[in-house]
């Protein structure tokens, strides 16, 4: 009888060891996962800077090319006004440069405005581009103090809902307070905000691209084109 009993304890004393060692791994990997979710998204950060300066760098090129042209054009013009000072040189072909040598500078002008407008118009269009590309996929709403609204683009690209929510309120220091178990991630507080202040059903509910989850927040995986957003509301079963 006695051996059973140590053996029974012996039993579960191993089983908490192992719960233990799960738990502790589990959240290893999780704060792996949120450190490479933070890398990739510093990296598209950089890389959208990096469009934008070669932007003004094109801009940059097209204005000393226009500055160029001016000054041949200058340069071209003092030339025709020597041969005009030249008391040999005959009146009625001086005239006729000075004509061609301003309407040389007419048409170089009018082709530098040209230019110019072009480049404010394609500048206008790589903006217009990267702002499309930037339209916010994760957000924080709360139906009770709107002022604890959040909203910013993410990169959702295989990524859990637990992990890019982790990692992007940390990165923006927005408070979110979780529990970690063998079952996932629980999201209880986002903002100071707290599930059950707001009554014994309030709390806070994601959805993916207007649906409601029905998986924990570890389980579900996002792709490039979803939409992620946190509700807080005071009935979360209902909603």
């Keep these: 009888m006695k051996r059973k009993t140590v053996l ?21 990997i999780t704060s792996q996962q949120i450190e490479t979710a933070a890398g990739k998204n510093v990296a598209s950060s950089k890389n959208l800077t990096s469009t934008k300066k070669n932007g003004s760098g094109t801009n940059s090129n097209k204005i000393q090319v226009s500055n160029s042209s001016s000054d041949n054009n ?14 040999s040189a005959n009146t009625s072909k001086n005239t006729t440069d000075s004509k061609v040598a301003s309407s040389s500078a007419t048409a170089g002008n009018s082709k ?9 118009d394609e500048k206008s269009q790589v903006n217009s581009s990267v702002n499309n590309t930037e339209q916010p ?12 609204n959040y909203s ?24 979110i307070q979780y529990t970690n178990s063998i079952t996932g991630i629980y999201v209880s507080d986002i903002n100071h905000e707290h599930e059950k202040s707001k009554g014994p059903s309030s709390g806070w509910v994601y959805y993916v691209n207007g649906k409601k989850a ?26």
């Excluded at 029974?8 to 502790?24: K, S, T």
């Excluded at 530098?112 to 404010?120: F, R």
């Excluded at 859990?160 to 927005?174: G, M, Y």
């Design 214 to 239: 029905s998986v924990g927040a570890s389980s579900y995986k996002l792709n490039s084109g979803d939409k992620l957003e946190w509700q807080f509301w005071a009935d979360a079963i209902n909603n």
């Design 74 to 87: 200058t340069i071209v013009g003092e030339n025709k006004s020597k041969v005009e000072d030249n008391p």
């Design 112 to 120: 530098n405005d040209s230019k110019n407008i072009a480049s404010v």
């Design 137 to 148: 996929n994760f957000s924080i709403i709360d139906h009770e103090d709107s002022s604890k």
């Design 8 to 28: 029974i304890i012996l039993v579960i004393f191993i089983c908490c060891i192992l719960g233990i060692l799960v738990n502790h791994i589990q959240q290893k």
């Design 152 to 175: 910013s683009h993410e990169n959702l690209e295989g990524m859990s809902v637990a992990d890019i929510t982790i990692s992007a309120l940390k990165r923006q220091d927005i408070y």
